[in-house]
């Protein structure tokens, strides 16, 4: 990007030496007439003037046609220019993304673990609800926990592209 940046510089710096170039040579092209000058002398001037100027013109036009072409390869390196800020501010956004994406498997692998312990627990409260319901049940005329069949915990899963939240019954 900075040698395209050099490139353009490089090129106006050009293209501002042709134009320098060119205003020298409109000036000299114009013929001055002093007071002092003879009638002889304007005579001869106006004439290499005139013996000068096609070759003065088709030199200009040389000059003109050599700006056009810079100006043309200056527009070139900036659409390129352009092209490669784009990229490069896509390249930063994926960068992010993935740094994003990294930080969110390690939550969705923390939660996983987790909701496997929570099984595990769950399980463990299930067994020991198993064997303590009889006897709760002689005692107190009632369940000692219910609702296990609809508990479940949060699973997290992917197919590569989209993460999905579910809940997995335990």
């Not at 096609?54 to 050599?66: F, K, M, P, W």
């Not at 909701?115 to 002689?138: D, G, H, I, T």
């Amino acid at each position: 990007m900075e040698q395209t940046q050099a490139e353009i510089a490089a090129l106006n710096s050009q293209i501002q030496i042709l134009l320098e170039e060119r205003a020298a040579l409109t000036i000299k092209n114009n013929v001055i007439s002093g007071e002092n000058d003879s009638p002889q002398a304007m005579v001869e001037a106006y004439r290499r003037q005139a013996r000068e100027n096609a070759q003065l013109s088709v030199e200009l036009q040389g000059i003109d046609a050599a700006i056009a072409a810079l100006e043309g390869k200056i527009k070139q390196k900036q659409g390129k220019l352009v092209r490669s800020q784009g990229e490069s501010k896509q390249l930063i956004q994926q960068q992010q993304l993935e740094e994003a994406k990294e930080v969110a498997q390690v939550h969705a692998e923390r939660i996983n673990q987790l909701a496997s312990e929570l099984a595990a627990e769950v399980r463990f409260l299930k067994a020991c609800a198993n064997q303590l319901s009889p006897m709760y049940w002689q005692i107190y005329y009632k369940p000692f926990i219910t609702g296990f069949k609809t508990i479940s915990v949060p699973y997290v899963r992917s197919d590569g592209e989209v993460w999905t939240i579910v809940n997995r019954i335990v």
